[in-house]
Structures are given as structure tokens and as C-alpha cells.
């Protein structure tokens, strides 16, 4: 609705619109110094994140790599383990005359290894390693094929027991003689088995590492998970551009406390390293402003007291001073002859929010234990925003601040978490968190809540 | 009109980019305006001269949040308004309210008594008035807002919105007759 002024304010804007007054050239030499100085600090603040982002891929892109590395190996590793041993299985079973001449002229050493049935293998002294005797024991009493062509071997069908894809070296099969080239490559392969399992025996102890052809995929089978976060702990800061205490974008005497937080979350892993993510819970972002002495304004016409807070000014009216029952001194503020009042208060501002992450993360398993590096956006709904004045001597006092506030906004997240198994389908995981408004929250003017906290949660696999 | 938004929203994008020259162009266009705004809620030129750098500072620091730039007109004033306003309550914590004696009668007080007056004597009235009271006159005379928008604005409630107009107005009411009062007599 268009509100009419009175001829007297009309006038009043008309006079004072009428005629306007220009600021000195000097005002901008100050102000173009000014802003090339902020500029400039910019500039380097960015290289800063630049060099910090550099650095947070690179780790990843090392860590993956590595990670990669291993993951390859060690399947090079179990897959030439189980070849070796049917390669084997037919050499040693073989009846063919051509194989009992290849055990004798071309593999001395490797014949005496016995891999094919586990009482060969149990009573052969002549075994390098005892991990190695168990473990491909292990993957032949474990792996269907190799049962398979066990049980065909025992019925002296060779051919038959062999589908060709799982023979490399064809030749075994065959009748005719062997070369030294292709005998040396049996050699390479039982060296590299004995090698990888004397560097990695946790791997390939594992059947069911072997028997999937990862050794990773021990207590993280599933790709769909449900977690359930407790954040118990962390650190809230408000940003702001208004200038108060100190002058600085934080009050000095203006502290984090320590909240509590829940979290429900659904994440999905799609291919080895990425996990998405969805979920909402709760955020409570709560600091506290504790002061001796403070110097605060009365406004003597309307009997009213005001105080700055990171959130927004607020007046408090005499009529709304109480004195504290549990406060046996008697408090009486002198609001006709003073200017200002000095006094001792609490200050507690809190923004409680719904909110809903959306993430993306990097994650990857060293051992028993699975890392991730999450980022991602965080819709965020403020359900209840306001600040408690606890005046020495007077009753405390709540003012609603929500109205000042932007309901609906956005957050960053950035996190890193580690899981530690503790049953099949449950791991549990500690995740270090940082969010940040993306816009200000404030109608009026720049307030971004920023928090530091450590997620708890438990992670079921299904 | 098409191509002068084009060219005002280039300019926009320059200063974004942190263009020297497209500041200082930016600058020439909405610097008289805003330093008036400026001058209306400090109680001096130098106060006012500090509110300045700082809104200007504001308005090229947060250019880039801008997201309708055919909104700049508005928004610059916006920044200029409420950097005035948080400048004027920083202040205000440190000084005394002025008293001052009022007249009872004002209401009888004629709007020609303003033909008279200069615009400088004026605005120094205006920066005159208690702190409150001129934030209260410059939002709901100058700036358009009503009780309500003030109220919600200041985190005060809309009475006392109104009271603080009611007072502003009887103070300058009261300085006009003064002044009045006193080149009626150097006249006489």
C-alpha cells in the first residue's frame, strides 16, 4: 500500500532531494587505494585456497593411484595364484607322458611344490612357504572351478575338465613337448605368487577376497548403506559484517558451543572410488557472548537499552527489565539521566535449522578401514532463530529473530571420514566436518554461520 | 534504453573483474547520490565522508552476489542505507542523546516556513536530530519505507517507529521557527 506523507514532510523531501553535495577527488584516491589493498589481499587469499586444493588432489589422485596399484597387483597376484595351481594340477596329474617328462626336465623345483590336493600339500616338506600351501589350498577348496576340475581329474578326463579359457598356457594341455620360453614363464608366475604372499599374507588369507578377486571387498561388500550421525560436538562461528566489539568481522568475546546434531543418511557407491550421498538432519548453531562491564546505549525517550549482537541490534524496554528472585541485591537502571549503562551480561544466540546434504565423495580402503572425502551442498531451513539476554540481577529475556533471517538457503560441507568394520554389515565412522554458508542469512546484511564439527556415526550395508 | 542497460550491465561485469576504470566510471555515476544519503544520516561531513568509503567498499566487494543487475540502483542505496544506519548505532553507544527543548505547538507549523531555508541549513538539522530519530526520519520521509518496514528493519516495534518520526519532526519543526524566528528579526 502507497503511504502518503504530509505536506510538511513533503516538502522536507523535496527540499532536502533538491540540491546535491559532491564528494571531495580525494574520497576516491582513498577509496581505489583501499579497494586495490583488499585486492590484493584477495588475490593472495586465493592462492592460498589454489595451493590447498592443489594439494588436497594431488593426495587424493597419490592416494588413489596407489590404492589403484595395489588393488591391481594383488588381483594379478590371486589370479595367477589360482592359474598357477590348475597349471600345475594338470602337470602333476597329468598322465600324458609329455607332462611327466615337462615335471622332471623343466621344473625341478616347482614339482616338488605339490599344489594339487591339500594332503600333497600338508605333507610336502619341500614347500618354500607354509602361507602359500594354505592359501592355495585354500582357494582350491574354496574356488567351484578348481573343485570342478579337481573332481574331472580324478576321473582322468584332463580335456574335458579344463574349459580353455582358464588355461593360459594351452600348451599344458596338449601332448607336445614343452619349450623353455613357456617353462620359464611358469617359473616367473610361482616366483611372483611367493613373493606377493610373503609381502601381503593378510590379502590373500582372506577366502573371500580370493574367491571375489578382491581382497577389499572383505567388510564392504554392498554398495548401498543407511547412517546414523550424532554430532556431538563443535565449533560455531557467525560471520558477520557488522562492527562490534573489537570491530572485527567476529566479536572477540563471542564463543561456539558445543551442540548436538542428528544425521540420517543413504549413500549408494557407484564404481570403485565415487559415493553419493543424500540425507537431512538437524543443525544447531549456537555462540555465546559473555561480557563484564560492557558499555550499552539507553535510549532516554523511549526508556530503552540497546545491545549489538552478531545476528542483529535489539532494544530491551524497561518495562521488560525484571529483577532476578534468586538475585537478592535490588537493581535499579536510572534510564532519565543516563546516557548509557555499563553492565555485566550473557548473550546466547541460536539458529536452528533443518537440513538436507547432498554429497559426492572419493573413497577408498586401506586394510580393514575405508577413507572417503566428501564435499558437497547442504539445503538448509532455519526452524527457530533467537538470542537470550541474561542481564546480572535480571530475569533473562528471548527475542525471536527469525523474521530477520533467510528460511531457505544453502551450505558447502566439506568432510573426510574413516570406517572401521565391527560386524559384517555395520562399520563405524568418525568424519570431520566443516560447513559454511554460501549466502548470507541475514535480511539485512552479511551473516554467514560457519561450523567445525566431528560426526559420529554408525553405517549399515545392506 | 535497450542498449544503455547492455552498457551499464557491461560495466557491472568490469567492475566484477576488478577493472580500475570501470570502478571509478561506476563511482562518478552514483557518487553525488549516495554521498547525500550519506550526509542525511551522519551528523557531519567527515562522518559522513566514512560512511561513504565504507558502503562503496561494501557495494564492490559484494558486486559479485548481485544476481539481477538491473537492481544495482536500488541495491547500492540499500548498502549506503544500512552501512549508515550500523555506522550511526557504532556511534551512538559512545554519546550522549542531545536535549533539546521543543515546542508544544508544532502542529500549527506551516510548510512555507521551509521556503525560506536553505538546503544546507537544513540538512544540518536533519544531522542535528537524534541518532534514532534521524534514522527513523530518513527511512520513512527520504527513503519511502513505511512504519512497518522500519520497525522490521531496526528490530524496534512500529510504535516506537512512530514515536521517533514524532519526535524528529518536532525537532525540526522547532529549529525552523527558531531560524525563522531570527531572520525575521535581523530582517525587522
Known sequence: MKRELDPFESKLKEKLQGKASFPEDILWKRLNDELLRSDQQLASKNRYWILGAALLVLISLGTGYFIGVRQETSRHIAGNSVHSGRKRTLSQNSVLPSNQGLQKVALPQVESVSIVESKQLNGNSFVHENDVNRTLSTVQNQDLLSTNIRTQLNQGDINAALPKELVINQNLTQSSVETQPQINHLEDDFTLVKLALRNTPLLLTSKVALATGSPYKKHFPKLLSASLGFEPTSINRVQTDRTYGTGTTYASNEKGLTTTNVKLGFQAQLGRHLELGVGCGTSNYSTQQTVQDQSVSVNQLEHQLNF??????????????????????????????????????????????????????????????????????????????????????????????????????????????????????????????????????????????????????????? | MHKEVQIFEALIDRCIQRDEKARKELYDLFSAQMFNVCLRYSKNRSQAED???????????????????????????????????????????????????VIEHFSDVEPSVLDDIAHEDLLTMVQELPPRAKIVFNLYVIEGYSHKEIAEELGINVGTSKSHLFDAKKILKTKLLTKEAKLFSIVS
Not at chain 2, 539481477?68 to 550511526?88: E, L, Y
Open chain 1, 308 to 462: 549489538e549482537s552478531s545476528i542483529s541490534s535489539f532494544d530491551i524496554h524497561e518495562d521488560d527489565l525484571h529483577d532476578d528472585p534468586e538475585d537478592q541485591e535490588d537493581h535499579e537502571l536510572n534510564f532519565i539521566d543516563s546516557t548509557k549503562f555499563h553492565l555485566n551480561y550473557t548473550l546466547v544466540n541460536s539458529i536452528k535449522s533443518l537440513q538436507v546434504p547432498v554429497t559426492a565423495a572419493y573413497v577408498f580402503q586401506l586394510n580393514n578401514l575405508k577413507f572417503s572425502i566428501k564435499s558437497g551442498f547442504i539445503y538448509n531451513r532455519i526452524t527457530n532463530a533467537d538470542q537470550v539476554l541474561n542481564i546480572v540481577g535480571f530475569n533473562s529475556i528471548r527475542n525471536d529473530v527469525q523474521a530477520q533471517l533467510v528460511s531457505n538457503c544453502f551450505y558447502h560441507l566439506i568432510q573426510i571420514g574413516a570406517e572401521y568394520p565391527i560386524s559384517k554389515h555395520v562399520s563405524l565412522m568418525l568424519a570431520p566436518k566443516y560447513t559454511y554458508a554460501l549466502k548470507s542469512i541475514s535480511r539485512s546484511n552479511i551473516l554467514r554461520p560457519n561450523a567445525l564439527g566431528l560426526e559420529c556415526a554408525l553405517k549399515f550395508y545392506f
Open chain 2, 51 to 101: 560512511i561513504f568509503q565504507d558502503a562503496f567498499i561494501k557495494v564492490f566487494e559484494n558486486l559479485p552476489k548481485l544476481s539481477n543487475k538491473n537492481q544495482f540502483p536500488g541495491w547500492i542505496k540499500r548498502v549506503f542505507v544500512n552501512t549508515a544506519i550500523d555506522n550511526i548505532r557504532l556511534n551512538n553507544k559512545y554519546e550522549s542523546n542531545e536535549h533539546l527543548h
